[in-house]
């Protein structure tokens, strides 16, 4: 028995093979960074809503302050605003009992910034709920803070 000629198969092989292998890889990469670029903006929208809560003038103030540092957050990371915000006591998880901060000095609380997203390209009966990310922030009021 001839073997015939094999010139070339290798390259048709090793392309075949790399779809297979590099597919999944290239997916779970951008699947990770989709869960990784939301962890980060729930984390720092936390973080500058509770600094914009603490360097308000007055609480109702103080709340749209707080919104608006979560939407510039999301819009930093080309998500959309679909956050939800929780003060929750200082110390305590984010699905505690929510808390009314006030700007009384030395006043503690934190800072939850909630957002849910599916995972990308994976229908939502296999899916489930999807990812919960959460940023927390403590906010600790200046205690030599005077309110007018």
Avoid at 96 to 115: K, M, S, Y
Wanted: hydrophobic letters at 50%; aromatic letters at 6%; one cysteine or more.
């Amino acid at each position: 028995m001839t073997r015939g000629d094999d010139r070339g198969s290798a390259i048709v092989e090793f392309v075949f093979v790399a779809v297979i292998v590099m597919m999944p890889l290239v997916y779970l990469i951008v699947a990770v960074a989709t869960v990784q670029r939301s962890e980060f903006a729930v984390s720092q929208a936390a973080r500058e809503a509770g600094r914009a809560f603490a360097t308000s003038d007055r609480v109702d103030q103080a709340m749209g302050r707080a919104q608006a540092a979560v939407h510039l957050a999301l819009h930093n990371q080309g998500l959309p605003d679909d956050a939800e915000v929780a003060f929750v006591a200082a110390g305590s998880p984010c699905t505690a009992a929510r808390i009314a901060p006030d700007l009384a000095a030395g006043a503690q609380f934190t800072v939850c910034v909630t957002r849910h997203l599916s995972i990308p390209a994976v229908p939502s009966v296999l899916a489930g709920k999807g990812i919960t990310t959460v940023g927390e922030y403590v906010v600790h009021i200046d205690d030599y803070r005077t309110v007018s």
